[in-house]
Nanobody, 117 residues
């Protein structure tokens, strides 16, 4: 059973920073990519950032480019999201995503990020 466990969400003032972590456990193999999505109330889930496991390709959505940084620890099957200069528009539930060979998608349970103005 593969699990994605997220941590690091919380409440922060506008302009502040948070760091999210997502660790994959269980029988993890053939990782294609790990990344983050978010879903604000009343909106659809949207892509935030992704780290391709081989080749080191990194993608960001335009809305977070320059403010968020995704990184990884391949030995721990963990991906991080450093979020700087947060604004109220970043308030959402953040979900970790992992794609493995198949392809098969796994999702974390979500961690809430709330930015006060």
């Amino acid at each position: 059973q593969v699990q994605l466990v997220e941590s690091g969400g919380g409440l922060v003032q506008a302009g502040g920073s948070l760091r999210l972590s997502c660790a994959a456990s269980g029988r993890v193999s053939g990782i294609y990519a790990m990344g983050w999505y978010r879903q604000a109330p009343g909106k659809e889930r949207e892509f935030v950032a992704r780290f391709r496991w081989s080749g080191h390709e990194i993608l960001y959505s335009d809305s977070v480019k320059g403010r968020f940084t995704i990184s990884r620890d391949i030995y721990k099957n963990t991906v991080y999201l450093q979020m700087n200069d947060l604004g109220p528009e970043d308030t959402a539930e953040y979900y970790c995503n992992m794609v493995v060979a198949g392809p098969v998608n796994y999702w974390g349970q979500g961690t809430q990020v709330t930015v006060s103005s």
